[in-house]
């Protein structure tokens, strides 16, 4: 029997009976990040990395059974070794490596190859069986360095507030919201953000992370406080009342999916960033594991799959509750 095996509850070890990312409640569950799909509320234990630790406790609450670990450190559990390996993908983010007997299984979670800056840089890790995300395994994402994007950014945010409007710009509020706050150009205005966006801040800030300066936007601010500034909030946020107080203003979105999507009426600009990994990031990740069993989850799985396939791996798919 595999080391690792696929069931209704998600990434399973059956010998050290644990799951990784878990789709439902279990005993034992290794995370990878703190994202909500895949640090769910309701284990009875989990165990992530150390600069993983302070988000996931924030958002499932000081109830929750939470433990860490270091980058690269080693730990034991009935015999097999498992360890976590920066993914890339935000602040904390971590590939799981599990090793018993000679086979070796890397569990990626989400991904990106390149550095962008603010998560810890992806580290590829050596294995024999390599799971790997395909949220965008289309040879038509094809990201640009990220410098370009914050130019455009930047033009954007300078432009409107020579127009004296606000911009208004709508991220995750974690990952993708910390690279906006430290790599646009602060000297065009003030940078506010929305109540979930800083109390994410706040929490990284309070364990070592370096961000520039925020504003919480406060409900007794005056209007003229919100000129020339750049807010930024989650999506959410453009289709709640919080977003009237604003009046004129322009609204834009960083993702990866601009250009593929209706980014809908409420966005006037998109903006390409992804804390995911492009189509040849995902390949250039596959490639250096060396591995050549692929299990491909979460996007174009099957496109992805096939691709694979026709290079020779061993590929399929693995069905996630987030296809």
């Known amino acids: 029997m595999a080391l690792i095996t696929f069931n209704a509850n998600g990434i399973y070890c059956e010998r050290a009976g644990i799951y990784i990312d878990p789709w439902k409640p279990v005993d034992k569950a290794l ?9 769910r509320w309701g284990n009875n234990y989990y165990l992530c990395t150390t600069s993983a630790e302070p988000v996931i406790r924030y958002r499932l609450g000081n109830e929750a059974n939470i433990e860490s670990i270091d980058y690269g450190k080693q730990i034991d559990i009935n015999g097999v070794k498992f360890s976590f390996h920066p993914a890339g993908h935000i602040i904390g983010s971590a590939q799981i490596r599990a090793e018993y007997k000679g086979e070796v299984w890397v569990a990626s979670g989400d991904y990106k190859v390149a550095n962008d800056g603010v998560s810890e840089p992806f ?3 050596k294995c024999d069986h390599f799971i790997t995300e395909s949220t965008f395994g289309l040879p038509a994402f094809d990201w640009v360095p990220q410098e370009e994007t914050f130019a455009e950014i930047n033009e ?4 409107n507030a020579a127009a004296g409007k606000v911009s208004i710009i709508g991220s995750y509020s974690l990952g993708k919201a910390q690279r906006i706050i430290n790599l646009v150009d602060h000297s065009i205005g003030e940078i506010l953000t929305n109540g979930a966006v800083e109390y994410t801040n706040k929490v990284l800030r309070k364990q070592g992370v370096k961000l520039k300066k925020t504003t919480k936007v406060d ?7 919100f000129k020339g500034s750049l807010i930024i909030a989650p999506p959410s946020a453009f289709r709640s009342p919080w977003i009237r107080k604003f009046k004129d203003y322009s609204a834009g979105r960083a993702s990866g999916w601009v250009g593929m999507r209706n980014m809908g009426a409420t966005t006037d600009r998109g903006f390409v960033l992804s804390d ?15 591995a050549n069993h692929i299990y ?3 996007g174009y799985t099957e496109q992805y ?3 694979l ?9 693995i069905a996630t509750e987030y296809p």
């Open 31 to 39: 995370i990878t990040h703190g994202h909500s799909d895949h640090a």
């Open 123 to 125: 580290e590829s890790v």
């Open 156 to 159: 954007w945010w300078s432009a």
């Open 219 to 225: 409900n007794s601010m005056h209007f003229n406080r």
């Open 276 to 290: 995911h990994a492009d189509w040849k990031g995902l390949n250039t990740a596959v490639k250096e594991t060396g």
């Open 296 to 298: 491909v989850t979460h």
């Open 305 to 307: 799959a096939t691709w």
């Open 309 to 317: 396939k026709g290079q020779g791996y061993d590929a399929q798919v």
